[in-house]
């Protein structure tokens, strides 16, 4: 894995996993197009997409110039910050508001703080994650490194594969080995590294079978349930199966994580903490063609489940009902 001797592979997380890795082009090679119109990710090399910030946003710029109001930063216990959306708690989907709990919490805090909490942590503390949206918030200075990204090149990239309109620009600052365990978004995504690097372990939408998300009502959806550090092979039997994609990335890096594709994201054990700016675009208007995409199999399967939920109300009906439909029909 050690391919510019800038890290070595004592310093990533040691997982059981079949993984190939995800072809390295430069941004300009027109193969890089071959594979966004398929779908599949690749990583760009070479780019000034974000070159104003990979030039001047060091933790030292950030905390002068990332604005005075307060952050969302993340606390984890551990080095996993596994994504929790409260508002699913008591959805008409979870009537009864089902007890959950997160492992994760978020507090409002000052970059000062966050910068001098990130300077004397040591092991055993909890862990920090700062996410701030790239708007009107931040501080002038940023707002100008910001236009000065190469927005031509991205919008060309937009426009020619037809995806949505761009629904956020996010700053990340985690703690040198933060781990966003393995998830799905439904929104296309161009992963621009700033500073430090992190490991992106990627799979296709098709290892649906093998990720075992939550069910959708449940905060954690879009999440896998398998622990990647302690797999459960007993209840996730086919994770054992699992085939995926794997990456490095470094400043100035920009990785393409195609929309429903899965990704397990790590900073790099003891390098520091890592900067990185995400472009989300919605998915485009996808027509059924036949055979449908995976991704588009993995929407169906989500609206069968919101449906049944909303119907049925109680999840636990959600199980015998299908299997009434399969078992002896279908399957
Ligand atoms: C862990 C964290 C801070 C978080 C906590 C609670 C709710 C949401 C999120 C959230 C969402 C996106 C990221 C960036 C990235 C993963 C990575 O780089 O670590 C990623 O998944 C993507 O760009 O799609 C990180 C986070
Ligand atoms: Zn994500």
Not at 22 to 42: A, C, G, S
Not at 116 to 123: A, S, T
Not at 307 to 321: F, I, R, S, T
Request: charged share 25%; proline share 6%; hydrophobic share 35%.
């Amino acid at each position: 894995m050690c391919e510019n001797n800038k890290w070595d592979s004592s310093q990533i997380r040691n997982y059981d996993l079949d993984l190939q890795p995800i072809p390295r082009l430069h941004y300009k090679d027109p193969k890089v197009d071959e594979l966004m119109k398929t779908n599949q990710p690749v990583l760009l090399s070479g780019s000034n997409i974000a070159k104003p910030a990979v030039d001047k946003w060091t933790l030292e710029y950030l905390e002068e110039n990332l604005g005075k109001c307060g952050h969302t930063v993340y606390v984890s216990k551990t080095h996993k910050f596994k994504y929790f959306n409260r508002e699913k708690i008591l959805s008409k989907a979870n009537p009864k508001g089902v007890e959950f709990t997160s492992e994760t919490k978020s507090v409002e805090m000052k970059v000062s703080d966050f910068m001098k909490k990130l300077k004397e942590w040591k092991q055993g503390d909890d862990r920090l994650y700062l996410q701030q949206s790239l708007n009107s918030s931040v501080g002038s200075a940023i707002v100008k490194d910001f236009m000065g990204f190469e927005w031509r090149y991205v919008t060309e990239k937009k426009i020619r594969h037809g995806w949505g309109e761009l629904s956020a620009n996010l700053l990340f600052i985690a703690m040198e080995g933060n781990c966003t365990p393995c998830h799905y978004d439904e929104q296309e995504n161009l992963f621009a590294q700033i500073k430090g690097f992190k490991r992106c372990i990627l799979f296709p939408p098709d290892q649906f079978e093998c990720l075992y998300p939550h069910p959708v009502y449940h905060p954690h959806d879009r999440q896998s349930m398998v622990d990647f550090d302690e797999p459960d092979y007993i209840k996730f039997p086919k994770f054992k199966n699992v085939k995926g994609f794997e990456t490095v990335v470094g400043p100035g890096d920009v990785l393409y994580i195609p929309i429903y594709w899965w990704h397990h994201i790590e900073s790099l054990l003891a390098d520091g903490p890592t900067v990185t700016v995400n472009f989300w675009y919605k998915g485009g208007p996808s027509c059924l063609e036949y055979p449908l995409k995976d991704d588009q199999k993995v929407s169906i399967m989500r609206n069968v489940e919101k449906m049944l939920l909303e119907v049925l109300q109680d999840p636990k009906e959600v199980g015998p009902l299908l299997r009434t439909i399969l078992l002896g029909r279908y399957v």
